[in-house]
Each structure stands twice: as C-alpha cells, then as structure tokens.
C-alpha cells in the first residue's frame, strides 16, 4: 500500500512532509477491527492525506508568521495557567460558597441599592384566560373571574385547568407586560397610557375569547419593586460572595507564599 523505510531506530516511516515524519505507529487504532480489506486501505490512505495536508498547512504557517506570533508554548502556558486557576477556583466555589441567602439579606441589599433597580419595561399584576369561544359555562366563567372570593377564585382555577387553552390566575407576581402582549391580542400604540386607562378587558377574535383583567402596573424608569427584583437580588449576592471568596483564596495563598520563603523579588 505504500513504500515503508525505517529510520535509524528501526520505527517504520509511512509518509514524510517537510521535516515532520508520520509513523507507522501513529496509524494504531484508526482503522474498525470490523473492516474490510478495502475499507481498511480507504480509512489509512485518507488518514495519511489529511495528515500531509495539516503538514503542509502548518509549514506554511511557520513560514508566513513573525517569530512573536510563532511562540506558540509562550501561549500554551499561559492557558494552562489560566486554565488551572480557573479550574481550582471553579473547586472551591463548589465546595465552600453559602448559596443560602436570606430575606433579611434580600431586603438589605435592596435598600443599599434602590438607586440601581430601575425599571426597564413595564410591569403588571394580572389574571388572565383564554377560551375557545364553545368552551361550556362561559358566563359562569366570567363571573368567577370578576369575583374577589376565594371560593370563586378555587371555582375559576378547577375550571380553567379543564378548558383553558392558556391561562394565568397568580395577581401577587409582576410580569412584563411585553410578555402579556404576546399572549393577549391587545393593540396599543402607546403602552403607558393603555394601562392607565384599562383594568378589566374582554377580548375577541375569530375563535378565542380573551379575559384580562390588571391588579397593578408599574411604569418603566420607576424604581423597581423588591417583589420584582428578588431572584437577581439573590444572584447578586451570591455573586458578591463568589468574588469576596476567591479574593481571600488569592491573598492567602500570596500571604502563605511570602510566609514560607517561596517567593523572592530581585
């Protein structure tokens, strides 16, 4: 299949490009052990071409390129640093970090901070349900919907489990009313004066009926409530502690240096 040559210690040369030199060693496990005669010829001589051509690549690259950008193990090195450091630091976030934040800490943050949590959208308290327009007891809906009590709220839910084809009855969480638009077919051209001026809104189109009805809004560039912003706050905090973890790892490590006599400045 092709001509072999040994070098001076007896390893079998397949193929040679420039000064890089392929052994007949190097092809160990390249080929199935189910394969053909014909197959095992196909993958060798492919495997060979491919490595010629990587050859040939890499020698014109070592030709075209200045000594700076040729240090190549300059740059392998510091990777490996970098990648060492990361990994270890990855270790012991994973191994001593506390992710338990409290609300007390959640509440604290946020009044440290009120200045930062701006709002950037409008946001909504809302319930909302889409119905087919057959769906049974659409008037009974309707009144569960409007009503306040607890029992009708219990009634609505049970209801809209089995006939909604898209539903959402929680009025403590504020959403983006971005996100709401996309479900409800509202069209308005100016957000801020929609909301100001609709609570409860019943909507058609050819096959849906569409209940809205808004708790409480809040406008973009208001300050954000901490309801809103609680899971960043978290975040956040675990974040801060994240960075305040790896800093003492850093300067312990410095310090025990120092203390040990390893390190020297001349």
Partial sequence: MWQEKEDMDGRVKVAK?????????DLNGIVPPSASKEDSITVTKNFIENWIRQKAVLHKAERNLDEEKKDVAKKLEEYRNSLLTYTYETQLVQQSLD???????????????RNNFELKDNIIKVIYIKLNKKSPKLNKARDWFKSNSAKDRKLLQDYCHQYALNYFLDDSTWLLFDD?????????????????????????????IYMVSIKG????????????ERNNIRTMVINERKLKLIERMEQEAYDDARKGGDVEVY
Avoid: C, G, H
């Fill in 17 to 25: 490009a420039f000064d890089y030199i392929l052994y007949l060693e």
């Fill in 99 to 113: 992710t338990v934040v409290s609300e007390e800490e959640i509440e604290k943050f946020y009044e440290s901070n």
């Fill in 180 to 208: 709401l638009l996309k479900e409800i077919p509202i069209k308005t051209y100016d957000k801020e004066q929609y909301l100001q001026n609709n609570r409860n809104i019943e909507i058609e189109d050819s096959s849906n």
């Fill in 217 to 228: 809004f809040m406008m973009k560039n208001s300050t954000s409530p901490l309801s809103f």
